[in-house]
Each structure stands twice: as structure tokens, then as C-alpha cells.
């Protein structure tokens, strides 16, 4: 069995090592020139270049043709094959594979919507891989994966609405859109319909920054152990002062920080920073490798 996703999901080399991943590109627009996302441009590259320039970045996606094409090359490496993308209430990536997977009918092809980007969606395609390596049956590694994507939660702070807004991705966020009061919001992924949703305002980026973790409390007591991993868009002092919060208040099994891939940071704009968190209980009965 094979997995398909796209360049939404950030994944460390450590989380990818062994795991049959194939990546659907996403392209990012600035300046002039257009770049497929973790390919042409990594996040440290891109974000220079964000925050020199003007510009406002914009973002797209490849067609139902361009999914099909790359279904028929993973479908040569035989088995079958399980497409996990950004959630479909952010992006029509989804829509798309799905469509692409209709005009493929020589392969066996079974779509996961992550309802979730970036790390979240990241975690999804790690345990599928290892549940794949594991040899357990597609049958029992989708029904895990929608029970686990319920555990997995995500939540983000940034400095600026600029680039939010530019992408129309928080237009539905009644009220949020007075900057000049310099609002600091705390954004998580709904499980309802997979759009981002407003969790807390602050006064104050670092404040926000704190909010994130306490947060948390709100779906976990103190003290209960998780998995954490940390994702920002080029501001890792941010994510130092989050770990700190977060060792106050659990317990936590930390993997290794990432930059956001280019293609999650055009909507986020420089200096965002966030977490991905589950208890450790969500990854019981799960294989490790």
C-alpha cells in the first residue's frame, strides 16, 4: 500500500524515514514567479524572501488530471493506495484528488480527509505509514485515522491578520478583522467542518503566545501526557517561549520543531507560531515504526 499527500504536510525526516509517502505539489505566486512548495522553494528560502518584498503571496493547486497522472505512477509501485490531504474546509486539494482518483480505475484508491494542515495533517500520514509497514488492512487503518484525527488538535498565534486576510481564510470570523486594535488572535481547526476557527483573542503576541498553551486546559487537565510538536513560520524564539508554557502545564513527549512548508506560510505570513498536541492515550495499540 502507498501513500499520497501533499506539500501542506510538514513531517521531520525522522517522522518520513521508511514510510511509502508520495507528495502531490502546491505552488505558491510571488513577485512574478511561481514556486511548487518543498520543492522549488524551502521555508527558510521563502520567507526571506517574503519579508523582503511587498508582495502578497497567493496560492493554487494541481488539477484533477495532474492527481490522476501521479495516482498511475504510485499505482506501478503495486498495492493500493491511500490519499491524505489538507483539510477540504481550507482547501479544494481534496476535491481535486478526488476527482483524479475517479479518472484512475485501474488502481484501488481510498481518500482521507485530514480536516486539518500542516503538522496535523502530517501526523496522519505517520501513522498511516506505520500502520501500513505494520501490514494491517486498509479497512482498519482508515477507521483508525478518523478516530485519531479527533484527538489531534492544532491551535496557532501570529504577529499580523495581513496575510490571513489577503487569502480570504478567515473571512467567516465574525468581528476579528479590527486590526487597529492590534488583536492577537488564537486560531485552531474546527473538527466540525475542518475551517479555521477563532479559540481566543489577546491584546498581545506574547500574551498570545501563553493562550495557546492555557488553551489547552480547556480540552486536557494539567499535567496529562502528550505528544507536542511546534511549527512556526521563521520564529523560533516564539516557539521556545510556547515550549516553555507547555512544560508548566504537562507532561510532554516534544518531536522536533519544523518551519511550516511555504505553501501553509503564504496564509500565515512571517513570525506565526503553533502546536500540534494529542494525549499520549490516542496512540495506544498504535505501532512506533
Same mark, same amino acid.
Given at each position: 500500500?502507498?501513500?499520497?499527500?501533499?506539500?501542506?504536510?510538514?513531517?521531520?525526516?525522522?517522522?518520513?524515514?521508511?514510510?511509502?509517502?508520495?507528495?502531490?505539489?502546491?505552488?505558491?505566486?510571488?513577485?512574478?514567479?511561481?514556486?511548487?512548495?518543498?520543492?522549488?522553494?524551502?521555508?527558510?528560502?521563502?520567507?526571506?524572501?517574503?519579508?523582503?518584498?511587498?508582495?502578497?503571496?497567493?496560492?493554487?493547486?494541481?488539477?484533477?488530471?495532474?492527481?490522476?497522472?501521479?495516482?498511475?505512477?504510485?499505482?506501478?509501485?503495486?498495492?493500493?493506495?491511500?490519499?491524505?490531504?489538507?483539510?477540504?474546509?481550507?482547501?479544494?486539494?481534496?476535491?481535486?484528488?478526488?476527482?483524479?482518483?475517479?479518472?484512475?480505475?485501474?488502481?484501488?484508491?481510498?481518500?482521507?480527509?485530514?480536516?486539518?494542515?500542516?503538522?496535523?495533517?502530517?501526523?496522519? $500520514?505517520?501513522?498511516?505509514?506505520?500502520?501500513?509497514?505494520?501490514?494491517?488492512?486498509?479497512?482498519?487503518?482508515?477507521?483508525?485515522?478518523?478516530?485519531?484525527?479527533?484527538?489531534?488538535?492544532?491551535?496557532?498565534?501570529?504577529?499580523?491578520?495581513?496575510?490571513?486576510?489577503?487569502?480570504?481564510?478567515?473571512?467567516?470570523?465574525?468581528?476579528?478583522?479590527?486590526?487597529?486594535?492590534?488583536?492577537?488572535?488564537?486560531?485552531?481547526?474546527?473538527?466540525?467542518?475542518?475551517?479555521?476557527?477563532?479559540?481566543?483573542?489577546?491584546?498581545?503576541?506574547?500574551?498570545?503566545?501563553?493562550?495557546?498553551?492555557?488553551?489547552?486546559?480547556?480540552?486536557?487537565?494539567?499535567?496529562?501526557?502528550?505528544?507536542?510538536?511546534?511549527?512556526?513560520?521563521?520564529?523560533?524564539?516564539?516557539?521556545?517561549?510556547?515550549?516553555?508554557?507547555?512544560?508548566?502545564?504537562?507532561?510532554?513527549?516534544?518531536?522536533?520543531?519544523?518551519? $511550516?512548508?511555504?505553501? $501553509?506560510?503564504?496564509?500565515?505570513?512571517?513570525?506565526?507560531?503553533?502546536?500540534?498536541?494529542?494525549?499520549?492515550?490516542?496512540?495506544?495499540?498504535?505501532?512506533?515504526?
Amino acid at each position: 500500500m502507498q501513500i499520497v499527500t501533499d506539500r501542506a504536510a510538514d513531517l521531520s525526516q525522522e517522522q518520513t524515514k521508511g514510510l511509502p509517502i508520495h507528495y502531490a505539489p502546491l505552488f505558491i505566486a510571488l513577485d512574478g514567479k511561481t514556486y511548487s512548495s518543498g520543492i522549488d522553494i524551502q521555508p527558510e528560502n521563502f520567507y526571506e524572501l517574503l519579508e523582503g518584498t511587498d508582495a502578497m503571496p497567493t496560492t493554487s493547486l494541481p488539477s484533477a488530471g495532474e492527481f490522476a497522472e501521479l495516482y498511475r505512477e504510485v499505482a506501478k509501485k503495486g498495492g493500493d493506495i491511500l490519499s491524505i490531504h489538507i483539510s477540504s474546509g481550507l482547501s479544494g486539494t481534496f476535491e481535486a484528488a478526488r476527482m483524479g482518483a475517479e479518472m484512475v480505475k485501474e488502481a484501488s484508491i481510498t481518500l482521507v480527509d485530514s480536516m486539518s494542515l500542516s503538522a496535523a495533517q502530517g501526523w496522519i $500520514v505517520e501513522f498511516a505509514g506505520k500502520m501500513i509497514n505494520a501490514g494491517w488492512p486498509k479497512e482498519k487503518i482508515v477507521e483508525t485515522l478518523e478516530g485519531l484525527r479527533t484527538h489531534i488538535d492544532a491551535m496557532y498565534t501570529l504577529p499580523s491578520l495581513r496575510y490571513l486576510i489577503h487569502g480570504g481564510r478567515i473571512s467567516h470570523f465574525s468581528g476579528l478583522l479590527a486590526t487597529a486594535l492590534n488583536i492577537k488572535p488564537v486560531i485552531g481547526v474546527s473538527k466540525e467542518d475542518g475551517r479555521y476557527e477563532l479559540r481566543a483573542r489577546v491584546r498581545s503576541f506574547n500574551g498570545a503566545i501563553k493562550r495557546v498553551a492555557e488553551q489547552v486546559l480547556t480540552y486536557h487537565p494539567k499535567g496529562t501526557s502528550l505528544r507536542v510538536q511546534f511549527v512556526h513560520s521563521r520564529n523560533p524564539d516564539a516557539v521556545a517561549r510556547l515550549k516553555v508554557h507547555f512544560e508548566e502545564l504537562f507532561d510532554c513527549h516534544f518531536l522536533p520543531s519544523l518551519a $511550516v512548508a511555504p505553501v $501553509v506560510g503564504a496564509h500565515a505570513g512571517p513570525g506565526m507560531v503553533g502546536v500540534v498536541y494529542a494525549p499520549m492515550s490516542a496512540f495506544a495499540g498504535l505501532p512506533e515504526e
